[in-house]
C-alpha cells in the first residue's frame, strides 16, 4: 500500500515508489525555491532562493541548512557540469556563470549577437562539454526576481553555447517563454518546457521533446505532455528515461511515451528538482517556501552511458 503522498495513474508508476516512503520537509523559509544541484563528491544540494537573493546549501551528513552564496545575482537554475564545477543562470546577471575550482566567478556567456540575454533560467551541460540555457524574461520582468527592464532580444529562446569556440546560437523559434530542459539520457533527445501561460492567455503549459542531431541541432519538435495543474518548470530524467517534473500539485512523473505514470501529492508548488544521494535514488524538491525530498526505486540519469 503507496502512502498518502503518492497518487496512482498507471499500474506502472508502482515499481518506481515505495509503498512504505513518506515525503520528508527539510527545510523551510525561502519565498520562491528553484534551481537544485546535487553534489556528490561534497554531499550536499544547492539550491536558489530568488526574490532573497541567495543560494542555500544541504548538507546530508548533518541535514544542516546554510546560506551558500549571498548576494547570488538573484540565481535561478543550476546544474553541475563534468568537471564538478557549479554553471548557474543569474537572473540580475543576465548570464550564465560558472564557480571555477578556486571558488572566482567566470561569465561564460552574457549576451548573443551583440544583445544582452534576457534572464537565463535554466541549464544542462551535454556530455561534449556544450551548455544548453532558456532565456525566458521572468528576471526582468519585475524587481522581484532580479532587476526590471526592457529587453534587448525581441522573443525568448534556447540556446546552445560552445565554451571551445565562443559560438552561442539559438536552438529554437517559436517558444512562448521557455523554462526548464532536460536531455533523455542518451542525449539522443531534449525535452523543454514552456510556460508560456504567464504571459499570454490559454498559452503554453506543456513539455516539447525534439531529437538532438549531429551538431546540436534539433529536430522533429512534438508535444510530450500538457500540465493539468499550473505549469511545468523544472525536470529531470532517470536511468530509464522516465520524466520526473515540477507541477501546481507536487511531481509528476511520465514514461517515456508520454503517459502520465503517477504524482507525488505536495501541499506547495513544485518549481524544481534533482536526484541527489549516494546512489541518486533522492529526488530533491523545490516547492515554493520549501525543501522536500523523497526516496524513490529508481536513480537519475548521471552522465550518459555513451559518454562513459
Excluded at 543560494?55 to 549571498?70: G, P, Q
Amino acid at each position: 500500500m503507496l502512502t498518502e503522498n503518492f497518487e496512482v495513474h498507471d499500474p506502472r508508476f508502482r515499481a518506481l515508489v515505495f509503498g512504505n516512503v513518506h515525503v520528508e520537509k527539510l527545510w523551510t523559509g525561502a519565498r520562491w525555491a528553484e534551481g537544485p544541484a546535487y553534489f556528490a563528491a561534497g554531499k550536499y544540494l544547492v539550491w536558489s532562493d530568488i526574490p532573497n537573493d541567495r543560494v542555500m546549501r544541504f548538507d546530508e551528513t548533518d541535514n544542516s541548512v546554510s546560506v551558500f552564496i549571498a548576494p547570488a545575482m538573484n540565481q535561478n537554475g543550476h546544474t553541475v557540469d563534468r568537471e564538478g564545477r557549479l554553471v548557474s543562470c543569474e537572473h540580475r546577471g543576465r548570464c550564465v556563470s560558472r564557480v571555477e575550482h578556486d571558488g572566482s566567478r567566470s561569465v561564460l556567456v552574457s549576451e548573443v549577437g551583440g544583445k544582452r540575454l534576457n534572464s537565463p533560467n535554466d541549464v544542462v551541460v551535454k556530455s561534449d562539454g556544450t551548455i544548453w540555457f532558456s532565456d525566458p524574461t521572468y528576471g526582468i520582468d519585475s524587481e522581484y526576481e532580479g532587476d526590471f527592464t526592457t529587453p534587448d532580444l525581441e522573443e525568448s529562446h534556447v540556446y546552445r553555447h560552445d565554451p571551445r569556440s565562443g559560438v552561442t546560437e539559438a536552438v529554437t523559434q517559436d517558444f512562448v517563454k521557455p523554462n526548464g530542459l532536460t536531455f533523455s539520457p542518451d542525449e539522443a533527445r531534449l525535452y523543454i518546457a514552456d510556460t508560456g501561460s504567464s504571459h499570454v492567455e490559454d498559452g503554453p503549459r506543456h513539455i516539447r521533446v525534439f531529437d538532438v542531431q549531429e551538431g546540436g541541432r534539433l529536430a522533429n519538435g512534438r508535444l510530450f505532455a500538457t500540465c493539468d495543474v499550473g505549469v511545468f518548470d523544472g525536470f529531470r530524467c532517470d536511468t530509464k528515461g522516465h520524466v520526473w517534473t515540477s507541477a501546481g500539485d507536487g511531481v509528476h512523473c511520465y514514461h517515456p511515451d508520454g503517459t502520465l505514470l503517477g504524482k507525488i501529492k505536495l501541499p506547495e508548488v513544485v518549481a524544481n528538482l534533482c536526484f541527489g544521494g549516494p546512489k541518486r535514488n533522492r529526488l530533491y524538491i523545490c516547492a515554493t517556501t520549501s525543501l522536500y525530498s523523497v526516496f524513490v526505486n529508481t536513480q537519475g540519469a548521471g552522465w550518459p552511458e555513451v559518454a562513459r
